[in-house]
Every structure is written in C-alpha cells, then in structure tokens.
C-alpha cells in the first residue's frame, strides 16, 4: 500500500473508530425497513407502511416485482402486491441496498460522477450476482444482491475526503491507486459499524481475495465471479489467470467467461442488472 493510501486508511478508519462523520449513515428508511427486518413479529403490513412513505422506493421495488426475473403471472399494480410477490425477507434487502443510492451523491461534479459510476457498476454487479446465486447455490439471491451493492462501499468515504483535498482530487491516477488499496479495509469497517449480517461484513475483503479457500460457496465468491465477469471487456484484471481463482469452482462455473454456460445466463443477467437501475 502506497504512503498516501496508508494514511488516508489510517484517518478514516479512526475517524469511524472514534465516532466522527466521516461515517456514511444508512439512509432513515433504510434504518426503519432494518427495524422490520429484525424483528420476528413484524408483519408484511408494517413493512409495506415503512416503504410506503418513500414514493420512489415504492415504485423501485414495483418495478423490481415486474422483472421478467420473477415472471409472475400478472403484472404488479402497487407495493401491497409487490410485498406478496417478493416476501418479507426479499423485499427487506432490497429496500436496504435501493436506499443507499441516496448515498452516492456529492457536492463537487467530479465526485459526484465517480459515485455515480460506483453506484453504477455495483449496480450491475449486484444484478449478476442474484443471476448466479440463483442459478449455482442454496443460497439467498436477495443476499447476494445485497452484497453485490456494498461490495464497494468503502469508495464513499475516501471521495468524501479527497473533496477536502483538491490535489488528490485533481489527480485522477493517484486517487483510483488510493482507492484500489484503501476500500477493502473501509468498507469492512463500514459494515462492522452498520451491524450488517456477519457473512456479509467481510465481503469488500473477501472478493478480491482470488486465493481463498473454503469449503462451499458464499456470497463473496458470488461477488468473485460477478465483479470479473462485468469487467471482462476492460484491462482493470488483465493477466489475472481465472482458473486460479477457487470461487469459478466452487460455483461450479467455467472460468472462461465466453463459456457457453455464461452465454445461457445471459438474458437473466440482463434482466437482473435492469431491475436494480433507476
């Protein structure tokens, strides 16, 4: 890690350590459909009063339950439904990950456009991630959408403080070094703090690392594969051999990314990454 990345590294980690505002919060309504969440007796009425005094989350997740991803059998007319057709659990995570968009927005133009790319791509990622958890484990495709929105959720805090330096700011070369080295280890301390569920706390980490070996397949090996996959077309993992990385395996998945198992994922894929733009 490069001196600046360290001490960029070192002051935000601090500064969430010590309970300073460098730390983005969840949005209100992302708290309040947590709230729901957490608690066992919560019934789909609560949660549809919560997400209902948010008129745009409301028409997002309307619009997420008409996906051809569901297929349902007739269209969905307003978010009573909507809650019907997703359940609680779904239609909790996604509500949590769609409200944090509202996060990715700054001040100067040339943050702003770097959190929109960010928010962008994790977008896109999460998509594919739903995509494959459905199709290649038991595990729960609104959790691993969840974690393809937050994968990269560290990148926020160190825009925030290269605002109040123009010189990082203003070289483009340095700041993309800064945040390659420094996200990973914000973003885990970022979801320490929010209390996200333990398998997803790691997840910033855990994606990046090619080498892991575990026994089964988790949600940051579906981020793995996911997050190659959408940056196959860019130099950004040029020389990366993917048949070293145990996550393609694990999901029992092709490391070639122009396998014909990828190209019949494909249309899902689409449909998937569609649902979570705005």
């Known amino acids: 890690m490069s001196a600046l990345a360290a001490k960029i590294t070192q002051d935000i980690t601090t500064a969430i350590d010590q309970d300073k505002l460098v730390l983005p919060t ?18 789909i009425k609560q949660l549809s009063d919560v997400i209902s005094t948010d008129a745009a989350l409301t028409a997002r997740i309307i619009k997420v339950a008409n996906s051809p991803i569901f297929r349902a059998p007739r269209e969905i007319e307003d978010l009573n439904m909507a809650l019907a057709r997703l359940g609680m659990q779904y239609t909790c995570n996604l ?3 769609l409200a944090m968009e509202q996060m990715f927005q700054a001040t100067s133009d040339i ?4 959190l929109r790319d960010t928010w962008h791509r994790s977008s896109e990622i999460a998509g594919m991630c739903h995509v494959l958890c459905k199709h290649r484990t038991r595990l729960r495709p609104d959790q691993a959408a969840l974690a393809g929105l937050i994968h990269q959720i560290g990148v926020l805090p160190i825009l ?3 605002e109040d330096f123009p010189s990082i700011l203003r070289d483009s070369l340095t700041l993309d070094q800064v945040i390659e080295q420094a996200h990973p280890i914000i973003g885990v301390k970022i979801l320490k703090a929010w209390e996200f569920p333990s398998e997803l706390q790691q997840i910033p980490q855990q994606h990046l690392d090619f080498t892991r070996s575990i026994a089964s397949a988790d949600y940051a090996d579906i981020v793995t594969v996911a997050m190659l996959q959408a940056y196959a077309d860019t130099k950004r993992f040029e020389g990366l051999d993917y048949s070293t990385v145990g996550a393609f395996n694990r999901l029992g998945l092709d490391p070639s990314i122009e396998s014909a198992e990828a190209e019949d994922l494909s249309e899902d894929m689409e449909a998937a990454m569609a649902m979570l733009q705005a």
């Open 26 to 43: 969840l949005p209100e309504i992302a708290l309040k459909v947590r709230e729901v969440a957490d608690d066992d007796d919560a019934s």
């Open 95 to 97: 509500a949590t990950g």
């Open 111 to 114: 943050v702003d456009k770097r």
């Open 160 to 162: 925030s403080y290269a």
